[in-house]
């Protein structure tokens, strides 16, 4: 096995955004990229693979200026049996050119039968279906984000059957697969998994899968052993700031973990229904029922009691966040019938009970996006601060609450930095400790690994567990099923789905 | 630069304007400049407190408040800014005749409050939409359901960490609009509407020194030298309260507008 060496350092003005030290990706082999987001995996990426500006950033690869290495005829001969799946597959579409023609441009038209990608990539949809899909123009049409994501997919599966028909032995190859999977749910993850590995088989070729999908691991684990020597896993982690590191990742403490996960008292051990949400309510016109079972047949009402965690499991759009915006009054549902601490609501409620009686005490929300929900203008400090709390925020208080997600003693820089600075896997830890901190009898939590390294991941799941423990209800909304399945008991998970 | 500016056409006249015309350009730009101060610093508290206003009441059942604060809102609107600004200075004058105005704090706090009335709704729109914007993104609602105050959010998360830079901005060009518009409702009144009004009973400002005669003659005096090219060092002599007043305007408006642009592109507005 050969390895190509990299270091990069990646400078913005005075500001180091990214230094790695030295490490290491195997040649021909698959490599997983893991990290919290907004450490750097995309930025290093796109440095070695030859994407960013000069003009615009001071970028050294190997201690070379960037120019130096971007004219250098082994990048450019790199660059050229390569190709990039950038994370937003929005930006890497252009607006004004159909989809299909965009997967048959420049090097691409050269693969004349794609059918054996796109029969993978949407799962047997017949040629018809698959027209509506792409031959529109990524605007005014706006195809999901699902759809525009296998379409970036099916370029880089092009270009890499390309790649096995013509390649020179010897030629360096390098597919970054930046997110693939953001969104796409599990079932078209498992399908661009087994196109990923199908062609790899057929003929070998350096791929990174960056991402923050850990039940990937899992994945791996049962389905392709047999390529697992060929398959890497590392982590990007931060070491003295801002330094990161790639260290090696064990797939056996992520499977160890998840083994030994705790399950809550069950309905035994729970105290008072917090929570007693309809098994149907209607909102912007749709009905919507809750299910107990995976096949939809039972309705059942959304029964949270103290103690106990609650999942809710629906595909990408049917409506998972739109159910936790009705539960805290943010959406007005047209048919609703929930009670909330025993305090009844209905549709008629006005959003000023909710203000006053749940909004902060009763009930509390960690929404999904970090970015959004924080206030990026406001400090470490003031994102604390005009909550409800029943003790005042004191300076050791914010210490030791700062303390359950953040290493050590954040201390006074840190307090003082603007959220805007901070990189996403530290801005959706403080996404969680705000809502958290205030200690509401039901907490819902809207993806709340989204972003997390595994070991802020294992930290989250242990302090909801402590605060289930202490009587806190929660309700989950996350795509993650492997972890939620692992951690919530069986008789706890809903089914979301539209009604008649 | 601006700054510079000022010094170096104070030095110039303290050397070469006589004196009675020298305290005259110097109570005029003081007073003119103070004016503007006070009016900026109207319009904020009064947009504030309009956007406020129209913010909370917007959500009350009762719609009528709202309703009836949006319509006199639209009615100051619909009227034009100098005229309104005029009739402003009308009544602050006829006040400062009939003796009830004696204070002159009290008189430069009412011009500035009236050109401040016709100014500050274009203030309360870019507050509005700021307010609007954040309260469609997932910030607001995750702060209220943490239980932060709508008050709060408003005040302290949307309006001052983010839109002060769009705020001071604003005030920037409120400033720069507020030495216009006086300027020019001082050289109307001053020119043509009252004999009685202005001199005597306004505070001098750039406006009535600018329709003065002599700076009027001053003024033609530029004309003048432009067609007879060897007349242009006398402006700098004979001419120099005119001359002086027209530059501060000129190139006071100039650069608050350079100001005003720089800092937008500072902060990518």
């Given amino acids: ?500 | 630069m601006w700054l510079l500016g000022l010094v170096a056409v104070g030095v110039w006249d303290v050397l070469f304007l006589n004196r009675p015309a020298l305290a005259q350009v110097a109570a005029g730009f003081f007073d003119t400049f103070s004016v503007a101060f006070l009016a900026v610093a109207f319009t904020l508290v009064l947009a504030w407190g309009a956007t406020l206003a129209l913010h909370f009441m917007d959500a009350w059942k009762n719609r009528a408040p709202y309703l009836l604060l949006t319509f006199l809102l639209n009615l100051v609107r619909s009227v034009p800014q100098v005229v309104g600004i005029l009739f402003g200075y009308v009544g602050v004058s006829a006040l400062v005749q009939a003796g009830v105005l004696r204070n002159s704090v009290f008189v430069f706090s009412l011009l500035a409050l009236s050109i401040s009335i016709f100014v500050f709704i274009e203030f309360v729109d870019l507050m509005r939409e700021r307010i609007a914007h954040y309260q469609k993104l997932d910030f607001y609602n995750a702060m209220r359901v943490c239980g932060v105050s709508e008050s709060r959010v408003v005040n302290f998360d949307i309006l001052w960490k983010n839109s002060r830079i769009h705020v001071l901005n604003k005030l920037i060009s409120v400033f720069g609009a507020a030495i216009f518009l006086q300027c020019s409702v001082d050289f109307i009144i001053s020119v043509g509407l009252s004999t009685d009004v202005n001199s005597v009973t306004l505070p001098a400002t750039m406006g009535s020194l600018l329709a003065k005669i002599d700076s009027k003659q001053d003024i033609l005096a530029i004309g003048y030298s432009l067609t007879h090219p060897e007349y242009m060092g006398n402006l700098f002599f004979s001419h120099l309260q005119g001359v002086t007043v027209a530059f501060l305007i000129v190139f006071s408006l100039m650069s608050i507008y350079h100001i005003a642009n720089g800092y937008a592109e500072r902060h990518r507005l």
């Fill in chain 1, 1 to 500: 096995m050969s390895v190509e060496r990299y270091s990069v350092s990646i400078r913005s003005g005075e500001r180091m955004i990214v230094n790695t030290g030295s490490y290491d990706v195997s040649r021909d082999e698959v490599t997983f990229l893991f990290g919290e987001s907004g450490i750097g995996k995309s930025m290093v990426s796109k440095a070695v693979y030859g994407l960013l500006d000069p003009d615009e950033l001071d970028v050294t690869v190997n201690g070379r200026p960037y120019a130096e290495y971007l004219a250098d005829p082994a990048t450019v001969e790199l660059r050229g049996n390569s190709f990039f799946v950038f994370q937003e597959p929005s930006s890497h579409l252009n607006p004004l050119l159909k989809i299909s023609d965009q997967m048959n441009e420049g090097s691409l038209r050269l693969c004349k039968d794609d059918s054996d990608i796109t029969a993978k990539l949407w799962h047997g949809a017949d040629a018809r279906a698959l027209a509506r899909v792409l031959d529109v123009f990524p605007k005014p049409y706006r195809p999901s984000g699902g759809e525009k994501q296998r379409a970036l997919l099916a370029m880089a599966f092009k270009k890499i059957s390309l790649l096995a028909s013509s390649k020179a032995a010897g030629a360096r190859t390098f597919f970054v697969f930046d997110e693939p999977t953001g969104s796409l749910d599990n079932n078209y993850r498992n399908l661009f998994l087994e196109l990923l590995f199908e062609k790899y088989s057929q003929h070998p070729f350096t791929v990174m899968v960056i991402t923050h999908d850990y039940s990937i691991i899992s994945e791996l684990y049962a389905k392709y052993r047999q390529l697992l020597p060929h398959i890497h896993l590392k982590e990007l982690r931060r070491a003295e700031p801002p330094e990161v590191e790639v260290v090696d990742f064990s797939a056996q403490d992520y499977l160890n973990w998840l083994g030994e996960a705790p399950k809550g008292p069950g309905t035994t051990g729970a105290g008072d229904t917090v929570l007693d949400f309809g098994a149907r309510f209607t909102v912007f016109g749709r009905k919507l029922c809750l299910f107990k079972d995976a096949a939809r047949t039972q309705p059942a009402n959304l029964v949270i009691r103290k103690g106990e965690m609650a999942y809710v499991k629906a595909p990408s759009g049917v409506g998972k966040t739109t159910l936790a915006k009705v539960i805290l009054g943010l959406y007005r549902a047209q048919e609703l019938s929930m009670s909330l601490c025993g305090l009844p609501f209905t549709a008629r409620t006005p959003k000023k009970i909710w203000e006053k009686e749940v909004w902060g005490r009763r009930a509390g929300m960690v929404f999904q996006h970090a970015d959004e929900s924080l206030n990026l203008a406001s400090s470490v400090r003031e994102t604390f601060s005009g909550l409800p709390l029943s003790e005042r925020m004191t300076p050791g208080r914010l210490d030791f609450v700062l303390s359950e997600l953040f290493d050590g003693s954040p201390g006074a820089p840190f307090l003082a930095k603007k959220v805007a600075m901070l990189s996403g896997g530290q801005k959706q830890r403080l996404n969680l400790l705000r809502s958290i901190v205030l200690g509401p009898d039901l907490l819902i939590l809207d993806e709340p690994l989204n972003g997390l390294d595994f070991v802020s991941v294992k930290k989250v799941l242990a302090i909801l567990d402590d605060r289930r423990n202490k009587g806190a209800a929660l309700l989950m909304i996350s795509h993650n099923e492997e972890i939620f399945d692992h951690f919530v008991d069986p008789r706890h998970v809903y089914y979301l789905a539209e009604c008649g």
